[in-house]
C-alpha cells in the first residue's frame, strides 16, 4: 500500500483537501467570516488617517485563497452582511454600515473573490505566484477602499491616497512575505505541488 500523495486535483485549493460536505462548505465559510472578524481586532491607529493597519484584510485574503472564489466570496458576505448588522467585529470593534474604512471591506469582497479564484488557477503553490496573488489582492481593497475614503470623508484624491494607501504599503509587504511563505508551504505539507 502506498502512502505518497496523490497528484492535486485541477483546481483544487487547500479547503477541497477536506471530505465534501455541505456541512464542510458552511463550516469553512463561517470560520473564515470569525477568523476575519477576529484579524480586525488586531487594530493600529495610524496617525492622520481615519483607517487604522488591522489583521482583516491579511485574514480576507488568506480566506479567499484557502477557500476559493466561491467559498471566499460567501464568508466575506457573511462578515459584511453580520458586521452591518451590528456585531461589533469590524476594526476596532466597530459596526454597521459606513464609515471612512467600510469601503475597504468591500475591497475585501471583490479581492477574495479573485484570489480565491486565482488560487483555484495555482497562484498560491510558489512563493513568485502567491506574491502576485496576493499583490493584487490588497491593490482590489485599495481600488475600492481609497475612493470610498475619499467620498466618505470629503479627502481629494490626493489626500485620501496618502491617508488610506501610503502609510499601509510596507505592512502589506510584511503580510504578503508571510502568505509567500505560509502557503506554498501547506501545499508542499501536504504534498500536493501544482
Known amino acids: ?7 492535486p486535483r485541477t483546481g483544487a485549493v487547500l479547503a477541497d483537501l477536506l471530505p465534501a460536505t455541505r456541512t464542510r462548505d458552511i463550516a469553512l465559510v463561517l470560520g473564515g467570516a470569525v477568523l476575519t472578524g477576529i484579524a480586525a481586532q488586531i487594530s493600529v491607529p495610524v496617525p492622520g488617517s481615519p483607517v487604522p493597519v488591522t489583521g482583516q484584510t491579511f485574514a480576507a485574503l488568506l480566506v479567499g485563497t484557502a477557500l476559493g472564489a ?5 464568508s466575506l458576505a457573511v462578515y459584511t452582511v453580520v458586521g ?5 467585529w469590524f476594526s476596532a470593534g466597530s459596526s454597521g454600515p459606513g ?12 479581492a477574495a ?12 503553490r510558489s512563493v513568485p ?9 490588497s491593490a482590489l481593497v485599495y481600488a475600492i477602499g481609497v475612493p470610498y475614503l475619499a467620498l466618505s470623508a470629503g479627502l481629494s484624491t490626493g489626500a485620501a491616497i496618502s491617508a488610506g494607501l501610503v502609510p499601509f504599503l510596507l505592512g502589506d509587504a510584511l503580510k504578503a512575505a508571510l502568505a509567500m ?3 506554498p508551504a501547506a501545499w508542499k505539507l501536504v504534498g500536493r505541488r501544482g
Open 1 to 7: 500500500m502506498s502512502t505518497a500523495a496523490a497528484a
Open 70 to 74: 466561491r467559498r471566499g466570496f460567501l
Open 84 to 88: 452591518m448588522a451590528g456585531v461589533p
Open 99 to 110: 464609515g471612512a474604512s467600510f469601503g475597504y471591506v468591500l475591497g475585501m469582497l471583490l
Open 113 to 124: 473573490t479573485v484570489v480565491g479564484a486565482l488560487a483555484r488557477r495555482g497562484g498560491d
Open 129 to 137: 505566484r502567491t506574491a502576485a496573488t496576493m499583490v493584487l489582492g
Open 181 to 183: 511563505g505560509a502557503l
